[in-house]
């Protein structure tokens, strides 16, 4: 699909059929760079490959992105943290253990992937330290960054998993990331916008009843998505998080845990 297959089809909704009305070719191609990127936060899809070659570096500078879906490092899967938990914040621990009273994990030894570890998501140490060089390889996000625990030696291979940010249109010609059967949401949040922009001051009821029928066609999307995800494992899932359990729940009698 191409951008003028959108900017052609929103003009169909406007009753607008060519540039020398309200809005030009350059107007409309501004909307849909919009319209692609709220579609793409809306399904997170397609995703996209992006690899690197490590150096002896602990962070790696990101492209933009909307998230990161999985992250592997030769191959091995690295489980996400959060700089908070890798130092015990969450934990009220505030780690400062290492002999220059810095966290665990910034001492950790550069290692060549894949990386022997216990297999748990964290260690058995828990209560001591909240990181161990037993548990399992991580990664955090700082900023625009991504870190590695334990730092990758140089000439690794780094793969993400992620969902990109759709690159910006600029003419008629240039080739949509979307299949065609994403033309009518695209174009329902192109005429939204449209309808904004000859409002821009006031409630547009047009506007409104656009952005319905934008929600209307993404979650026919979603649907698809569903579908499409159908061979993924359905089965039930383990309620492990402690506020579940923690939390009273009505039973015959009265309330319990």
Same mark, same amino acid.
């Given at each position: 699909?191409?951008?003028?297959?959108?900017?052609?089809?929103?003009r169909?909704?406007?009753?607008?059929?060519?540039?020398?009305?309200?809005?030009?070719?350059?107007?409309?191609?501004?909307c849909?760079?919009?319209?692609?990127?709220?579609?793409m936060?809306?399904?997170?899809?397609?995703?996209?490959?992006?690899?690197?070659?490590?150096?002896t570096?602990?962070?790696y500078?990101?492209?933009?992105?909307?998230?990161?879906?999985?992250?592997?490092?030769?191959?091995?899967?690295?489980?996400? !943290?959060?700089?908070?938990?890798?130092?015990?914040?969450?934990?009220?621990m505030?780690?400062?253990?290492?002999?220059?009273?810095?966290?665990?994990?910034?001492?950790?030894?550069?290692?060549?992937?894949?990386?022997?570890?216990?297999?748990?998501?964290?260690?058995?140490?828990?209560?001591?330290?909240?990181?161990?060089?037993?548990?399992r390889?991580?990664?955090?996000?700082?900023?625009?960054?991504?870190?590695?625990?334990p730092?990758?030696?140089?000439?690794?291979?780094f793969?993400?998993?992620?969902?990109?940010?759709?690159?910006?249109s600029?003419?008629?010609?240039?080739?949509?990331?979307?299949?065609?059967?994403?033309?009518?949401?695209?174009?329902?949040?192109?005429t939204?916008?449209?309808?904004?922009?000859?409002?821009?001051l006031?409630?547009?009821?047009?506007?409104?009843?656009w952005?319905?029928?934008?929600?209307?066609?993404?979650?026919?999307?979603? !649907?698809?998505?569903?579908?499409?995800?159908?061979?993924?494992d359905?089965?039930?899932?383990?309620?492990?998080?402690?506020?579940?359990?923690?939390?009273?729940?009505p039973?015959?009698?009265g309330?319990?845990?």
């Open positions: 699909m191409l951008t003028s297959d959108i900017v052609n089809y929103a169909f909704l406007l009753t607008e059929p060519n540039s020398t009305g309200r809005f030009s070719d350059s107007a409309l191609i501004t849909v760079n919009v319209a692609n990127s709220q579609v936060l809306d399904l997170q899809w397609p995703e996209a490959t992006l690899t690197l070659t490590t150096t570096a602990q962070e500078a990101l492209p933009p992105l909307l998230q990161i879906e999985r992250a592997y490092m030769n191959g091995q899967p690295l489980i996400p !943290t959060t700089l908070s938990r890798l130092e015990g914040v969450s934990l009220n505030y780690d400062q253990s290492t002999n220059v009273n810095s966290p665990q994990w910034t001492i950790a030894p550069a290692s060549t992937y894949p990386v022997q570890n216990t297999g748990s998501g964290y260690p058995t140490s828990a209560g001591n330290t909240p990181y161990s060089a037993n548990q390889p991580v990664y955090y996000l700082r900023g625009g960054y991504i870190g590695v625990v730092a990758p030696v140089a000439g690794q291979t793969t993400l998993n992620i969902t990109p940010i759709p690159a910006t600029t003419a008629l010609g240039d080739t949509s990331l979307f299949p065609i059967h994403f033309l009518r949401a695209l174009g329902a949040h192109v939204m916008q449209c309808y904004e922009a000859d409002e821009p006031e409630v547009s009821t047009s506007a409104e009843a952005g319905q029928r934008y929600q209307k066609e993404v979650g026919k999307l979603q !649907t698809w998505k569903d579908k499409m995800l159908l061979n993924l359905k089965s039930p899932q383990f309620v492990t998080y402690r506020s579940y359990y923690a939390s009273p729940v039973n015959t009698s309330w319990g845990w």
